[in-house]
């Protein structure tokens, strides 16, 4: 989390004034099997509170997604195959303020569970 916070992907969220709507995403911890010294922050969107998830308020835009087929394809086809490491590309899209207060999340800063929570967006 403390990467996404110096990247500027994420920043303190301010106060809620009186009356405002927001969301709060819940925020849990993904292990990968082979590296158990790092943890991944994974945000539910699907999670329901009150029968409402952000999922399911959000409009549906076309699947931009490639079939593995075509990719396959797509790689023999040339001489030369460029891959990337996407690792950053996730958090890198920009929100406009007046719609940061719908991805709102909680976290220690300490990482300790001992601290207050910090409220962030």
């Not at 509170?49 to 040339?78: A, I, M, W």
């Not at 001489?79 to 406009?96: G, I, Y």
Request: hydrophobic content about 40%.
């Amino acid at each position: 989390m403390s990467k996404i916070l110096d990247n500027n992907h994420a920043e303190l969220a301010p106060p809620l004034h009186e009356h405002e709507e927001c969301w709060y995403l819940p925020l849990f911890g993904v292990y990968h099997p082979r590296k158990s010294d790092q943890i991944r922050g994974v945000f539910d969107s699907l999670a329901k509170c009150n029968g409402v998830s952000l999922n399911s308020v959000l409009l549906t835009g076309p699947d931009l997604t490639n079939d593995l087929l075509g990719v396959l394809l797509r790689f023999r086809k040339e001489m030369v195959a460029v891959t990337v490491d996407v690792q950053h590309v996730f958090h890198c899209f920009v929100v406009r303020k007046d719609q940061r207060n719908y991805l709102r999340f909680l976290w220690h800063k300490d990482m300790t569970y001992r601290s207050t929570l910090s409220n962030t967006a």
